[in-house]
């Protein structure tokens, strides 16, 4: 009976189609696999990993990726550009000095937002860095275009702050965390008080409608493994340390403060992307009206 279930298992398995998933520097299954959850999966799993939020927009709109992780801004700047795209999950993020920051160097004269007027400031177009920097400025009466922008990722941006060719970095954690404890950099203006902190998990529409049973497993496995990580943060930030070459205290410090966990596709995530769009439409980066509301699929909720 046995070897008839196992049989069983497998064939299930190999009838079901693979499920594609993408993240940033292969984030996502590192935490999977980490928790344990990568074992006795139903249905095979495709990993993709990309540098940063931008291509995997664009894999998830290509359709070479069924499901991702983005944040709220590089969502929104996809979807507006006609991504087939939804939000069927949401991990919440806890929201500390540190997570998402705009950075100068010690010895910068800024000393606040309004010290951005006709500053570079380097990030990564459409990403959470951007609407951070653009979140500042507003805060303080100015607009995106009394700034002056370098969009580079965030290796590149790094060494633009550093060589002096950029007055300020917006970015977020683990570049945050890592530059700070390297010395030599401090915040200008925190994410506390602009950033909800909602990572957005991205399916296609057709990955919605052909697998919905895999994005329900997996939505289900990523909801335990950031529990697992949330009590079990000193080893999974060992094993994030030896993938990605960063000292250990950068993902200690990271997992200490952002306490990651699943919340449910609702009005507060709608009413937080919808912020984002207006934001973005009014700077002139998007060019039409967006609706959020009907970028978010629920069918998915297990969760408060």
Do not use: C
Request: hydrophobic content about 45%; overall charge negative.
């Amino acid at each position: 009976m046995a070897i008839l279930a196992l049989l069983l298992f497998g064939s299930h398995a190999l009838a079901q189609p693979a499920l594609r998933v993408s993240s940033q520097k292969q984030s996502l299954k590192i935490l999977l696999e980490a928790a344990g959850e990568l074992e006795q999966v139903p249905y095979p799993i495709e990993f993709a990993s990309f540098a940063a939020a931008a291509p995997t927009a664009e894999a998830l709109a290509a359709g070479a990726v069924d499901i991702g992780s983005l944040g709220d801004a590089p969502f929104v700047f996809a979807a507006a550009a006609g991504a087939p795209i939804k939000t069927v999950g949401v991990i919440k993020l806890k929201v500390t000095p540190t997570a998402v920051a705009m950075l100068v160097k010690d010895d910068s004269p800024l000393r606040g937002a309004a010290d951005l007027k006709g500053r570079r400031i380097t990030t990564t177009r459409g990403s959470i860095g951007h609407f951070l920097a653009l979140a500042a400025l507003r805060s303080v009466g100015l607009h995106g275009a009394d700034a002056q922008f370098i969009f580079l990722q965030p290796a590149e941006s790094r060494s633009v702050l550093s060589n002096g060719q950029a007055d300020a970095w917006s970015t977020w954690d683990p570049y945050t965390s890592m530059v700070q404890m390297e010395g030599g950099t401090r915040v200008l203006v925190s994410g506390e008080g602009l950033f909800a902190g909602h990572m957005l998990l991205v399916a296609n529409d057709q990955a919605i409608r052909d697998k919905p049973a895999q994005i329900a497993d997996f939505l289900r496995r990523l909801d335990r493994a950031y529990a697992w990580a949330n009590q079990h943060q000193r080893e999974f930030s060992k094993i994030q340390a030896g993938y990605s070459g960063l000292p250990l205290a950068v993902h200690e410090r990271s997992n200490r403060y952002s306490l990651p966990r699943r919340i449910a596709v609702g009005p507060a995530v709608v009413e937080d992307v919808q912020h984002t769009a207006d934001l973005y439409r009014e700077e002139g980066i998007i060019h039409q009206s967006f609706d959020a509301a009907a970028y978010m699929d629920a069918s998915f909720n297990e969760v408060e």
